[in-house]
Nanobody, 112 residues
Framework: QMQLVESGGGLVQPGGSLRLSCAAS????????MDWYRQAPGKERELVGG????????FYAASVRGRATISRDNDKNTLYLQMSNLKPEDTAVYYC?????WGQGTQVTVSS
């Protein structure tokens, strides 16, 4: 059974940085492209970016491009999302996805 568990969320001041992790189990992690999504209160879930299997090519939504870095450690079966220069509008629950499997999400709040 595919399982994804996010961690690393919390309260961050504007301009701060955060690294989210997504621990994967129950499938061959290295063979899956992985995505990060987020959902702010009252808004639809939106794609933040993703990373391919294999060489690990990445792509990012315009809203986070230049502030976000997605990476993966296939030895640790873990996906990462590093974000810097965080803004209040980055406040959301962040989810990782692999195929049809989703994690439970981790809350990120950007506030002074």
């Amino acid at each position: 059974q595919m399982q994804l568990v996010e961690s690393g969320g919390g309260l961050v001041q504007p301009g701060g940085s955060l690294r989210l992790s997504c621990a994967a189990s129950g499938f061959t992690f290295s063979t899956y492209g992985m995505d990060w999504y987020r959902q702010a209160p009252g808004k639809e879930r939106e794609l933040v970016g993703g990373i391919s299997s294999g060489y690990g090519s990445t792509f990012y939504a315009a809203s986070v491009r230049g502030r976000a870095t997605i990476s993966r450690d296939n030895d640790k079966n873990t996906l990462y999302l590093q974000m810097s220069n965080l803004k209040p509008e980055d406040t959301a629950v962040y989810y990782c996805r692999a195929g049809r499997a989703w994690g439970q999400g981790t809350q990120v709040t950007v506030s002074s």
